[in-house]
């Protein structure tokens, strides 16, 4: 039986050791999701500002059309990436929710296993307090025979 705790122990380990493993990849994607978000959003407002000085020193009909639909193109890409934040959020927290699972796991079989073992400490040290009180007693009766 001790094997099989001992064998459970190790996989909820090597489970809990993924989990946080997934749990940080999860954690980066979404750190990146939102360094991507903050650069587009950069990038936006410098080209906005490059637009407002052409604009000020004139642009053509045709110069100004190509400008906003890049700029279009800018807001379009942003609302997508926007959109995608739910999915990066949701994947962290499932993560967090399989890390927690995973460690509750091992704490249990670590439990299990420390309370295997101070019953077997108990079972021992009632055993030894039985030898010792049986040759107490045996001590006891030999003096009392030699007397």
Do not use: P
């Given at each position: 039986m001790?094997?099989?705790?001992?064998?459970?122990?190790?996989?909820?380990?090597?489970?809990?050791?993924?989990?946080?493993?997934?749990?940080?990849?999860?954690?980066?994607?979404?750190?990146?999701?939102?360094?991507?978000v903050q650069?587009?959003?950069q990038?936006?407002?410098?080209?906005?500002?490059?637009?407002?000085?052409?604009?000020?020193?004139?642009?053509?009909a045709?110069?100004?059309g190509?400008?906003?639909r890049?700029?279009?193109?800018?807001?379009e890409t942003?609302?997508k990436?926007?959109?995608?934040?739910s999915?990066?959020?949701?994947?962290?927290?499932?993560?967090?929710?399989?890390?927690h699972?995973?460690?509750?796991?091992?704490r249990?079989?670590?439990?299990?296993m420390?309370?295997?073992?101070?019953?077997?400490?108990?079972?021992?040290?009632?055993?030894?307090?039985?030898?010792?009180?049986?040759?107490?007693?045996l001590?006891?009766?030999?003096r009392?025979a030699?007397?």
């Amino acid at each position: 039986m001790d094997n099989a705790l001992d064998f459970l122990l190790e996989q909820a380990k090597d489970n809990e050791e993924q989990a946080v493993l997934a749990l940080n990849k999860a954690q980066v994607e979404l750190d990146d999701y939102y360094k991507q978000v903050q650069q587009i959003e950069q990038y936006r407002l410098d080209y906005c500002n490059q637009l407002v000085q052409r604009g000020m020193k004139g642009l053509t009909a045709s110069e100004y059309g190509h400008l906003n639909r890049f700029l279009t193109q800018l807001d379009e890409t942003l609302s997508k990436q926007r959109s995608a934040e739910s999915h990066f959020k949701t994947q962290v927290e499932n993560c967090q929710d399989y890390w927690h699972n995973t460690r509750t796991q091992r704490r249990s079989y670590e439990w299990m296993m420390e309370k295997r073992l101070k019953e077997k400490r108990q079972k021992e040290e009632k055993i030894e307090q039985k030898q010792m009180d049986e040759f107490a007693n045996l001590l006891f009766s030999r003096r009392k025979a030699q007397r």
